[in-house]
């Protein structure tokens, strides 16, 4: 496995692989990741992974400077798993002096994530875009439990004919169900128990769904219900929305829905998400 911290080293290096997957990251890495990168591996013959706490993607507010890392558990995992190209930018590499370029994705960026965390979907955009222009990838993945990130994403690569086929692999979660991410070492033993709750209130829609509920207001109200029956929980947002645009549905038709949620539990902010019906197909086809 080559570890390269220059944009040189990188384009030097790229030359090797005929065809490459790639699986960015932010570091911090779980089972969730290395999924991801076995996948890309196993189809592409090559995968390259970036690590790279994204700056401009976490307003002021936010947890940039507490967000975990270990650089030395993150590679000895990905040399593990086959990864073959491991590419670790300093952030003035990524964004030098006088650095004025964004990336803006309208629409599917407006709600949910993007009505909580302004700029952040830019900050996702232009950081991908960047990273797909060094790293040169036939083909990226991205884990489905970022949901609207998989749909800015895959907005941008076509509205930007990106030459990179976007792949959106299924959340990967812990036996009880808990989505993994890397913001789950925030939690305390007990607010481990209470984020659960994301799980049971989208199993909820799901079963009302696959019940042929198909009622946007029915669904969204049988997560809540699962929420509101858990004190430590503080929801921001329930959604049952368009696949594509992410607008919430009146009605769910036969395109299906992405039901997903965002909720509190103490100071750790959790997010989660199911495909219902044809949306499940279509996303992870
Ligand atoms: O999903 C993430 O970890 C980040 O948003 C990404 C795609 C690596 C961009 O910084």
Sequence with gaps: MRVVSTVADLRAARGDYPRLGFVPTMGFLHEGHLTLVRAAKARMGAVACSIFVNPTQFAPSEDLARYPRDLDRDLRLLEEVGCDLVFTPTPEAIYPDG???????????????????????????????????????????????DAQQCAVIRRMARDLNLPVEIVVAETVREPDGLAMSSRNIYLAADERVAALCLIRSLRAAEAAFDARERSGDRLRLAMKAVLIAEPMARPDYVSIADPDTLAELDMVDDRGAVASLAVRIGKTRLIDNLLLGEARQKWLR
């Design 99 to 145: 650095f004025s370029t964004r990336i803006e994705v309208e629409g599917v960026t407006a709600p949910l994530e993007g009505a909580v965390r302004p700029g952040h979907f830019s900050g996702v955009a232009t950081v991908v875009t960047k990273l797909f222009n060094m790293v040169q990838p036939d083909a990226a993945w991205f884990g489905q439990k």
